[in-house]
Nanobody, 120 residues
Framework: QVQLVESGGGLAQPGGSLRLSCAAS????????ITWYRQASGKQRELVAI???????HYADSVKGRFTISRDNAKNTFDLQMNSLKPEDTAVYYC??????????????WGQGTQVTVSS
């Protein structure tokens, strides 16, 4: 079994910063592509950032230059650094990862979601 546990959400002022973390545990061999999504109230879930196992990254236009995705393969963790936050960044943020397990092949796993609220 594999679990992804998110942390780091909360309240930030416009222009402020937050760092979200996602920790993977369980039967992990390697972690491939990591992804952060978000879903604002009443809206569809949208992709925020992707980090491939090869090290390339991709960001939604709305967060480019403000958000940074990173990973620590030794610790099986990956983060989303969010700077210059805007009220429109308010959403529930989800981490996801393609995880290769030792016993059960590869699957996509999801974190539980963490609320980010940007407001003065």
């Amino acid at each position: 079994q594999v679990q992804l546990v998110e942390s780091g959400g909360g309240l930030a002022q416009p222009g402020g910063s937050l760092r979200l973390s996602c920790a993977a545990s369980g039967d992990i061999s390697t972690i491939g592509t990591i992804t952060w999504y978000r879903q604002a109230s009443g809206k569809q879930r949208e992709l925020v950032a992707i980090g491939t196992g090869a090290g390339s990254t991709h960001y939604a236009d709305s967060v480019k230059g403000r958000f940074t995705i990173s990973r620590d393969n030794a610790k099986n963790t990956f983060d989303l650094q969010m700077n210059s936050l805007k009220p429109e960044d308010t959403a529930v943020y989800y981490c996801s990862a393609r995880i290769n397990t030792r016993l059960h092949g590869s699957s996509d796993y999801w974190g539980q979601g963490t609320q980010v609220t940007v407001s003065s």
